[in-house]
């Protein structure tokens, strides 16, 4: 089992931390892709696409999943680790969540074929999905997908990030006028004090 695997789960917030500073902080002068300026910038995907940062990081996701919760979505391309490993740890989690997706939602329509927004085994309509994103500044992508998993039927009210920049309440604003709770693992401020 994961969860016995890599041990109790109070260690893993240190230990994600230590990663994230060490292998997705930078500071300097930066554009985000909301085109703000920051002296801060954070890339998790060196930590989520490695094996130790994404099943820790994916064990504390998953600790913030309900059990009525039958798939995990997100905008690719951040969140797409995430999704697929939070689906393994409720795959190998003692919990009996054996069967929670992952779903990828594309940036753009799928041009061809079934001109999908969204890839991965779809649960039937009126389910309950969780929407993951890894650095969350506005919270405009993880509002997208919200917004496109609740196209395709699905119940969304919750967005769980790793690490939020909490910018003037920016992100909290949206992710309230979604209708949806934000959790976050981590605040900007800890990765860089």
């Given at each position: 089992m994961?969860?016995?695997?890599v041990?109790?789960l109070?260690?893993?917030?240190?230990?994600v931390l230590?990663?994230l500073k060490?292998?997705?902080?930078?500071?300097?002068?930066?554009?985000?892709?909301?085109?703000r300026?920051?002296?801060?910038?954070?890339?998790?995907k060196?930590?989520?696409l490695?094996?130790?940062?994404?099943?820790?990081?994916s064990?504390?996701?998953?600790?913030?999943?309900?059990?009525?919760?039958?798939?995990?979505?997100?905008?690719t391309?951040?969140a797409?680790?995430?999704v697929c490993?939070?689906a393994?740890?409720?795959?190998?989690?003692s919990?009996?969540?054996?069967?929670?997706?992952?779903?990828?939602v594309?940036?753009?329509?799928k041009g061809?074929?079934a001109?999908?927004?969204i890839e991965?085994?779809?649960?039937?309509k009126?389910?309950?999905?969780?929407?993951?994103?890894?650095?969350?500044?506005?919270?405009?992508?993880?509002?997208?997908?919200v917004?496109k998993l609740?196209e395709?039927g699905?119940?969304?009210?919750?967005?769980?990030?790793i690490?939020?920049?909490?910018?003037?309440?920016?992100?909290?604003t949206?992710?309230?006028a979604?209708?949806?709770?934000?959790?976050?693992l981590?605040?900007?401020e800890e990765?860089?004090t």
């Amino acid at each position: 089992m994961v969860l016995e695997y890599v041990g109790d789960l109070f260690d893993y917030k240190p230990k994600v931390l230590e990663l994230l500073k060490r292998d997705a902080y930078k500071k300097g002068e930066f554009t985000l892709s909301s085109g703000r300026k920051s002296e801060h910038y954070v890339n998790c995907k060196p930590v989520t696409l490695n094996g130790k940062g994404l099943t820790w990081v994916s064990c504390m996701i998953f600790e913030h999943i309900d059990t009525d919760v039958v798939a995990v979505g997100g905008l690719t391309l951040g969140a797409d680790p995430l999704v697929c490993g939070v689906a393994a740890v409720g795959f190998n989690a003692s919990t009996g969540k054996l069967n929670l997706d992952a779903l990828i939602v594309r940036k753009e329509q799928k041009g061809y074929g079934a001109n999908a927004w969204i890839e991965g085994k779809l649960p039937p309509k009126g389910s309950k999905v969780v929407v993951l994103e890894d650095v969350t500044t506005t919270g405009a992508s993880a509002v997208k997908a919200v917004e496109k998993l609740r196209e395709a039927g699905y119940v969304v009210d919750r967005i769980i990030t790793i690490v939020d920049r909490q910018v003037d309440g920016e992100a909290d604003t949206n992710v309230l006028a979604a209708k949806c709770e934000l959790i976050s693992l981590f605040s900007l401020e800890e990765l860089y004090t």
